[in-house]
């Protein structure tokens, strides 16, 4: 389904007549700013995102160190 010229005419008039000439640039104003918002949420969720699978790769690597401490001293104790 793809939309034509005459489509395209036909749904410009439409919003034309529902929202009238003073309000578009108002509307499509609103929307750049709409859409402005939600790139910077989105890159801002991203970013906390990566920090936190860092976090979580870091403690984990630390677990791991602090487990083969264990594992070394308790075998040296049972020797």
């Known amino acids: 389904m793809s939309l034509g010229i005459p489509e395209i005419i036909l749904i410009a008039v439409v919003v034309l007549l529902l929202f009238g000439a003073k309000r578009i640039p108002e509307l499509a104003r609103s929307l750049g700013k709409a859409k402005y918002e939600y790139k ?40």
Request: glycine share 2%; charged share 45%; aromatic share 0%.
């Open 40 to 79: 910077k949420a989105k890159d801002a969720l991203e970013k906390e995102a990566a920090d936190l699978e860092k976090t979580v790769d870091k403690a984990g690597e630390s677990a791991a160190k602090d487990s083969a401490k264990v594992d070394t001293n308790d075998s040296t104790k049972s020797a």
